[in-house]
């Protein structure tokens, strides 16, 4: 069940990444800022929670 957690875990960095790219061309920094910090904490949490089921498989 915490397999589907981190794959919408992992969307959602992805959509933080591409809101990086836009607020990149807007140069909207504090946007920016947020995107980057959200991209890099959901990222963290999606891995190290698809990392975490894949040894308990084993």
Do not use: D, W
Not at 25 to 50: E, H, P, R, V
């Amino acid at each position: 069940m915490h397999i589907v957690l981190a794959i919408l875990l992992l969307l959602v960095a992805l959509l933080a990444v591409v809101s990086v790219i836009r607020q990149l061309k807007y140069k909207n920094f504090f946007a920016l800022a947020f995107s980057a910090i959200t991209a890099i904490a959901f990222g963290f949490f999606s891995i190290a929670t698809i990392i975490t089921e894949i040894a308990k498989m084993s």
